[in-house]
């Protein structure tokens, strides 16, 4: 099995979530929760973007030593002799360099040909060789490779490749493809770009259309190894590919993936409560994965049946992101049996008729209100034994 390797984002991309501010010890805690998780490489920052971004970079540089440890940097001089400088005491050190190649940024915001581009990108590979003295790993990213005439991208592709580039990343910058499309633009790199076995594939999808996962699963299909993505799927605009989605997707369906992931999945809840709580970004309860209602069940036919097997209706243990058990919340739509669960786990023993009675007063409470907390069927039963003193 081949390994997919897990590139996170939360830190570079993440934080350009609109309102996201970082301080540099929040950006180190959050480095050495990754590292926990197993994360290969995190992308600290862009080294040149603040004082602040640099200082994190170095500090998590010195303190994070599994991990391999990335700074951005636009292909100029500059960038890359800022980002060496901030990664210099990393164990692992890589910088991740990147240059718009579709028509419409060389026209507008480059102002470029694609000629002078393919230079400027092959100048940025060699420079990363030569500042760092082969210490560095090399990735390079056409950026707006999505929208990016194929033949040009091959081109540009090969030359980085032959240059010295260890990864080429392929980002879907805008969130624009559609995954069967994805899918064929990756299997097209690897079928024709020469020299591609000597650089790893990554793909890095946004998420405007909702389909960033998707796509990233199906990049792994047509031979991606690396995947770049983000905790909770934070990032620009609509975000990033979510990492706990691309990895719990490749554990669950082994048989569709054959691939692995270093990540200890026991440690995605701990990690998306902490970035949640210090980018003040909320998580959804519907989200995938790391939501409240994730592992929560309310209506009555699925509570009935994870109570006599959580296969039923859960295709992954809440144990595997390090959840302690699936929830049953009592709602409108609960039956007797989780009512009784409940009465039973809070210690309450009540006869087969006071039962029908605290039921019945359960679901005409429950038809006014949201949610049922413990204080809601205390309160019921109470109730039950002040009826029975009148
Ligand atoms: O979305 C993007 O294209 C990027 C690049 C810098 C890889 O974030
Ligand atoms: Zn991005």
Not at 176 to 203: F, G, L, R
Not at 212 to 227: C, D, E, F, P, Y
Request: hydrophobic share 40%.
């Amino acid at each position: 099995m081949e390994k997919v390797y897990i590139f996170d984002t939360t830190l570079r991309d993440g934080e350009q979530t609109p309102g996201v501010n970082l301080t540099v010890d929040e950006k180190v805690q959050i480095a050495k929760q990754l590292e926990r998780l197993g994360v290969d490489i995190i992308e600290a920052g862009f080294a040149i973007s603040s004082p602040a971004d640099f200082e994190a970079i170095k500090r998590i540089s010195q303190e994070v030593k599994k991990s391999t440890i990335c700074s951005l940097a636009r292909a100029v001089e500059i960038d890359i002799k800022t980002a060496w400088d901030a990664l210099k005491e990393a164990e692992k050190p890589r910088i991740h360099t990147f240059i718009a190649t579709s028509d419409i940024h060389l026209k507008y915001k480059l102002k470029m040909s694609r000629e002078e581009v393919l230079k400027r990108a092959v100048k940025a590979v060699k420079l990363i060789k030569e500042i760092s003295e082969g210490k560095a790993e090399i990735e390079f990213s056409p950026e707006d490779a999505v929208r990016t005439e194929l033949s040009y991208l091959y081109e540009v592709l090969e030359a980085v490749i032959e240059a010295g580039a260890n990864v080429v990343n392929i980002p879907d910058t805008v969130g624009y493809a559609i995954p069967d499309e994805w899918h064929d633009k990756i299997a097209a790199i690897k079928e024709n770009v020469k020299n591609i076995d000597k650089a790893i594939i990554s793909v890095h999808c946004h998420n405007d259309l909702g389909l960033a996962t998707a796509n990233s699963l199906m990049a792994i299909k047509a031979g991606a190894r690396q995947v770049e993505c983000t905790i909770n799927g934070i990032g620009e605009r609509a975000g990033n590919a979510a990492l706990e989605e691309i990895v719990m997707a490749i554990k669950v369906r082994k048989d569709q993936f054959p691939v692995y992931t270093d990540i200890d999945t026991t440690q995605i809840y701990r990690t998306s409560q902490l970035v949640s709580r210090l980018t003040g970004i909320i998580i959804s309860r519907t989200k995938p994965i790391v939501g409240d209602n994730a592992f929560a069940h309310e209506s009555g036919i699925h509570q009935h049946g994870v109570l006599e097997n959580r296969e039923t209706y859960e295709i992954m243990k809440p144990e595997d992101i390090g959840l302690k058990e699936s929830k049953i919340v009592l709602g409108k739509h609960s039956g007797r049996h989780a009512f009784k669960k409940k009465l039973d786990e809070m210690g309450i023993k009540l006869s087969e008729e006071q039962l029908n009675e605290a039921f019945n007063r359960f679901k005409e409470l429950a038809s006014r209100k949201k949610e049922i907390f413990d204080i809601d069927i205390e309160l019921i039963v109470e109730g039950l034994e002040d009826t029975e003193k009148d």
